[in-house]
């Protein structure tokens, strides 16, 4: 008896089996890429999606040895602030404007930025589902002949099991959801103009959707009937495949784009907008950054300087004392999104000189990501939101040198799960919890998390990097003229 956790992302479609004493038995993946039509445009058409289920689960079976058979449930998880219109039959009329898209500005140009924030916990922003509906309603050729409006996440789901359903925290993301009423609040749905019975409904993550439809056996390869959970999105089932599922972890997940954030039992609202609140499981919220280019700014490091491998570029950074020899680093390749949100923010070094080498930039880079999400947690711990300790998932928890950096930097100790690919896992976890597997999403992430490895932080190195900290958010604040000219 295995489950199966699919994580739909930006690049590649992963499938993960996990069996019954929850332990990852296989995994595989399907690649895929974006398209970018227009600047600022970013699209992906759900067919490529679809497409990817059946390869990649068949070898995730493969490898686990288990047959399509032994699948008893599985679960999606995937990219955020997805926009995928369809007609009445479930059609995609038009390619999903993905999460990276800001096509839809002048959407929000006249909405009041302190209401959305009050009422949803989020920011104000084009990237959020409700903008682009806005866009999509007033400029697709195809809109007349929308009946829902789906994230990525909801799509598959309804794909699979016939069902139009998504769970809190995909919801609140939306920009449409009422914190407080846990569920699409009607002022908010007035504001962007969007009718409720064009969303897909709401409920639990880990509660069955439905079963596989004929069309849904078709593209998983898994039986008619194998029950289907709501899932959730990445930034989510992230969390929860790193075990950081109650209060008193800071979840840090570093894939392209570095999440940082943590469970709160109570609802809290960052009134300067550098986290937002989001609906999470067992009514408690999950409040975070959502990201800025972190592993992004490292392949780009790789790139650039002509460096193999991430691990060769750890190897070069360890060479290095704390601090880089006064290099910094500002991680807006994409824009800021720490210690403020600025769009047009850009990446920057400052402090080169001839003594400066690949070494102490690909030093520069790390440190800077990690001051990045230093800023995260001190807002969190303003906002009164426990942050003792810290869990990487992700690519990037891969490299020791990068995690004791992040321990050091932070002052928390930090702990590496022995699964890096949190996702996938997270959506695995759903699964269990949905056929009965676990008694609890808790109880199945604090199974699969596996073992832990931990990083405490050196006092000395922390007292390094308090200067060099200080000195990376004056330049930040120095070039902000800059980036809102």
Request: include cysteine; glycine fraction near 12%.
């Amino acid at each position: 008896m295995a489950v199966v956790g699919i994580d739909l992302g930006t690049q590649s479609l992963k499938a993960v089996v996990v069996d019954d004493g929850l332990r990852l038995r296989g995994e595989a993946s399907m690649p895929y890429q974006p398209a970018f039509p227009a600047p600022g445009w970013a699209e992906q058409h759900p067919s490529l999606w679809l497409d990817a289920l059946s390869p990649a689960i068949a070898g995730a079976l493969d490898r686990a040895g288990l047959k399509p058979s032994d699948i008893k449930g599985m679960a999606i998880a995937g990219q955020l602030d997805g926009c995928v219109p369809v007609d009445a039959s479930g059609r995609a009329l038009a390619p999903c404007i993905i999460w990276m898209d800001r096509r839809a500005g002048d959407e929000v140009g006249a909405i009041d930025a302190g209401f959305i924030r009050e009422r949803t916990g989020l920011v104000l922003d084009a990237t959020h589902m409700a903008a682009k509906i806005c866009w999509a309603a007033r400029n697709l050729p195809e809109a007349r002949k929308v009946a829902l409006w789906h994230q990525p996440v909801s799509f598959v789901v309804a794909a699979l099991c016939g069902r139009a359903v998504m769970d809190h925290a995909l919801a609140s993301t939306t920009m449409l959801y009422g914190l407080r009423e846990r569920g699409y609040a009607g002022d908010l749905l007035d504001t962007f103009g969007i009718d409720r019975a064009s969303l897909p409904a709401i409920d639990e993550a880990s509660a069955v959707a439905g079963g596989l439809t004929a069309a849904g056996a078709a593209l998983t390869g898994l039986p008619v009937g194998t029950p289907l959970a709501v899932g959730t999105g990445d930034d989510f089932s992230a969390a929860i495949g790193a075990g950081a599922v109650v209060p008193g972890v800071v979840a840090c997940n570093l894939g392209t784009a570095e999440v940082v954030g943590a469970i709160s039992d109570e609802l809290r609202l960052d009134g300067e907008g550098m986290v937002e609140t989001h609906g999470f499981l067992d009514n408690r919220y999950f409040i975070s950054n959502p990201g800025w280019l972190s592993g992004g700014a490292v392949t780009w490091f790789l790139s650039t300087f002509g460096v193999g491998s991430p691990a060769a570029m750890s190897d070069l950074a360890a060479t290095i004392a704390a601090g880089s020899d006064g290099l910094l680093f500002l991680p807006a390749l994409s824009g800021a999104m720490a210690p403020r949100w600025i769009a047009n923010a850009r990446g920057a070094f400052y402090g080169l000189t001839p003594f400066h080498g690949t070494a102490a930039c690909a030093r520069a880079v790390l440190e800077g990501c990690a001051f990045a999400m230093r800023d995260v947690i001190e807002r969190l711990d303003e906002l009164g939101v426990e942050t003792p300790r810290i869990r990487l998932s992700g690519g990037g928890a891969r490299s020791r040198v990068w995690a004791q950096m992040r321990a050091d930097i932070s002052g928390r100790p930090v702990e590496v799960a022995s699964v890096a690919d949190a996702s996938p896992i997270g959506a695995a976890i759903l699964a269990a919890a949905a056929v009965g597997l676990s008694t609890s999403v808790r109880e199945a992430a604090e199974a699969l998390s596996g073992d832990i490895e931990v990083f405490e932080p050196d006092p000395a190195a922390l007292e390094a990097y308090d200067r060099s900290h200080r000195r990376y958010r004056t330049l930040f604040e120095a070039l902000s003229p800059l980036h809102t000219d």
